[in-house]
């Protein structure tokens, strides 16, 4: 009997949240993974491991990517942003996190992350949408627990932090960002 075959490792080297970091693994390593236990990057959640709950999405070169659906070999020479490059301060969080704190945008949190990427590649591309257009920016990530009501009010919030039509609230101890005014 022979012996198993083992699965060649391959050096991956990807930019991600801005520091170039390396680690070795087989050449069909979804990036999820990849991220997660090679990387030690956990806040990128894995739900269905088939594209479609959305936990999973991090920003390719600016661009929402599921990354269950992505080897990671395939993201060399990209520039990969998680949930922990965007906001990573908790006495500076970005627009997106802030007004999820403040419209309760969240519950279990398990979705979180794959709503905060997708968010934010949004209101870069279109930076005050509808509440109709909010809807169909996070129609392909899925919430079990929200309703998605409060989401979709973050969303709109989320926009008007970005264009500064609002004062942000001081941080207040014990609520991540402040509270909202």
Known sequence: MSEPATEQQHEVTITVNGVPRTATAPARRLLSDFLRHDLGLTGT?????HGVCGACTVLVDGEPMRSCLMFAVSAQAHEVTTVEGIGHDPEHLSPVQQAFAECHGLQCGFCTPGFV????????????PTEAEAREAISGNLCRC?????????????AEIRRGL???APPVPGYPGGGPR
Do not use: F, W
């Open 45 to 49: 959640h894995v739900g269905c491991e």
């Open 117 to 128: 990427t997708t968010i934010t590649a949004y209101l870069e591309e279109n930076p005050d």
């Open 166 to 168: 609002v004062e942000l």
């Open 146 to 158: 929200t309703g998605y009501q409060n989401i979709v009010k973050a969303v709109g919030r989320a």
